[in-house]
């Protein structure tokens, strides 16, 4: 990983693993690139590239004009904006995967990290401790494209020899760049209603427990992964990686810790059905076994860090 690609890097966790790759590898070694145009302070902070994954000639233009040797595909339409537009969603997120599996193997890619998520599970799927082998049978259209780009993940490194790896990210939360439109945006959201408004009006349920992680765990997880010996790897495009679940109420009663006259209502919408399909706990031993994978927070640790960082940013 010498000359590094991140699509997407305008986005909630592109933003942060920009930053956490070019400390790690040198600020002109990583290129953001995104189809919205950074603001100063990005465009400042290294190579920054405006390209659209679904165009193959830019992404070929910069792989050259940078001499990529690893891309971090993180650009992608999140599930509930997919529910909004499917064709959209499944078009963006197939299109760019595909351009960018065929051009990391035209140009020798050493290797690609293609992010998937817990919307993989769907009907049918254990939703308690959810193992690593399980019913993929996602119901939203955000979800079939993460399937399929597992698939095509698993695909392209056994018939093209692409070290290609990825993982099943849980709800992110975090407080640099907002969420892009996901069922777990909530446990962000409140947050920032919190510290301004001391209430919440959940689109989710009280008693709804999901997988969450902090994002200083999924950027060390992403790093981790890519950078992990291939041969310890027996899965390849679809680790399950886990933190910490709870439940809106649970995460209500976090954060009274901090702000006593803190109040939440819950006025469920269309996410509660994406949110109902998916698990409360997944299984993440194989990637603890692998690559060596440890949460840090915990929802005590992860509640109190956000306040304080996010009441200093508001
Ligand atoms: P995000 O929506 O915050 O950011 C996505 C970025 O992609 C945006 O900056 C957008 O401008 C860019 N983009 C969209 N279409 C593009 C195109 N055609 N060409 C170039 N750029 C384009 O998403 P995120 O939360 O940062 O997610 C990154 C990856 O992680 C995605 O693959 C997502 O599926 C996965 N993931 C995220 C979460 C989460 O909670 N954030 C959970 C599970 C999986």
Redesign the pocket.
Known sequence: MKRILV????????SELTVALREKYGEENVVA????KPDAAFEESGPFRV????IPEAIQCAIKDFEIDTIF??????SANGEKRPEFCWR?NMG?TMNILELSVKNNIEKVIL?????VWGKGVERENTPQESILKPTSM?GIT?VAGELLCDYYYSKFDLDCRGL?????ISYE?L????T?DYAVEIFYEAIKKKHYNCFLTEDTMLPMMYMPDCLNATISLAEANIGNLTYHGDFNVAAFSFTPKQLAEAIKKYIPDFTIEYNPDYRQEIADSWPRTIDDSAARKEWGWKPQYDIDSMTKDMIEKLSAKL
């Open positions: 699509t997407g890097a305008k986005g909630q966790i592109g690139a995104d189809i919205q390209l659209d994954v679904l595909h993180l650009a992608a339409i999140l963006t760019g992010p998937s998520s817990m919307a955000y993460k099943r990210y849980p709800g992110i760049t969420p892009g439109g996901g777990t």
